[in-house]
Nanobody
Framework: QLQLVESGGGLVQPGGSLRLSCAAS????????IGWFRQAPGKEREGVSC????????NYADSVKGRFTISRDNAKNMMYLQMNNLKPEDTAVYYC???????????????????WGQGTQVTVSA
């Protein structure tokens, strides 16, 4: 059974950092494009960052570029999202996702991703 489980969310002050982790089980992450998405209250889910299955393509939403870093450790079957200089507008539920042989287009869409985690809450507040 394919499963993705996020962890690492929490409450942080503006300017702080968090590192989200996503553990994959039931499948090998090597063959999958991975992505991080977020959904704030009353808003649609949006793409934050992605890495293609080959690892050759990485993209970020303009709102997080220069502050967030996506990474993967295929040996551990894990993916990560390092979030620095967090802002109140980053507050959302964050989801990891995986797509078999997935790419990573400039516009990160939820449509191709078949496998999703349950989400982890990130709250940025003083």
């Amino acid at each position: 059974q394919l499963q993705l489980v996020e962890s690492g969310g929490g409450l942080v002050q503006p300017g702080g950092s968090l590192r989200l982790s996503c553990a994959a089980s039931g499948f090998t992450l090597d063959d999958y494009g991975i992505g991080w998405f977020r959904q704030a209250p009353g808003k649609e889910r949006e793409g934050v960052s992605c890495i293609s299955s080959s690892g050759g393509s990485t993209n970020y939403a303009d709102s997080v570029k220069g502050r967030f870093t996506i990474s993967r450790d295929n040996a551990k079957n894990m993916m990560y999202l390092q979030m620095n200089n967090l802002k109140p507008e980053d507050t959302a539920v964050y989801y990891c996702a995986a797509e078999y042989l997935g790419g990573c287009p400039r516009r990160i869409s939820i449509q191709p991703f078949e496998n999703w985690g349950q989400g982890t809450q990130v709250t940025v507040s003083a």
